[in-house]
């Protein structure tokens, strides 16, 4: 990797997601829906570290095991997940679907999508901001 900076991040801890996570959604109030790409891959960059906050919170993961889509979650951890936190899983998925059609892609109603968007952000937050480990709710 000649010219090229490694670059060396520390662990991220629950409330280090939750702060990035929050300072990117911060920035997307800056932007309207017809900014739409950047509103979609903000939700989706956002959503991850709630993702991560969430999995730190409900112990599937230790703050070494980040994740960057949903889909990257092992087959256990997904169906806990799925068990746990039906709502983020699904809101996240629908995040992911909409990235190849109206960021990479040139689909109409792409302002509509940045609506829709935002209101699955809002549910994530709500949802891992709520998750907890299971021996804490023991």
């Known amino acids: 990797m000649r010219g090229r900076r ?3 991040c520390r662990s991220m801890i629950p409330e280090l997601h939750r702060k990035k996570a929050q300072r990117i959604e911060t920035s997307m109030q ?3 829906d ?3 790409e950047a509103i979609i891959e903000a939700s989706m960059l956002a959503g ?11 112990e599937l993961t ?5 994740f960057m889509h949903a889909e990257y979650l092992s087959g256990a951890q997904r169906v806990e997940m799925s068990l746990r936190a039906p709502e983020l899983l699904h809101a996240m998925d629908e995040i992911e679907a909409y990235r190849a059609g109206f960021v990479r892609g040139d689909l109409p109603g ?3 999508v940045a609506v829709r968007c935002r209101k699955l952000l809002e549910n994530v937050r709500r949802v891992a ?7 804490a709710q023991s």
């Open 110 to 112: 792409g302002e509509q």
């Open 48 to 58: 991850s570290h709630w993702l991560n906050f969430a999995c730190h919170r409900m």
């Open 6 to 8: 490694q670059v060396v």
């Open 62 to 66: 230790g703050p070494g095991a980040d």
């Open 30 to 32: 800056k932007l309207s």
């Open 34 to 36: 017809a900014d739409y």
């Open 129 to 135: 901001l709520a998750a907890a480990s299971l021996r």
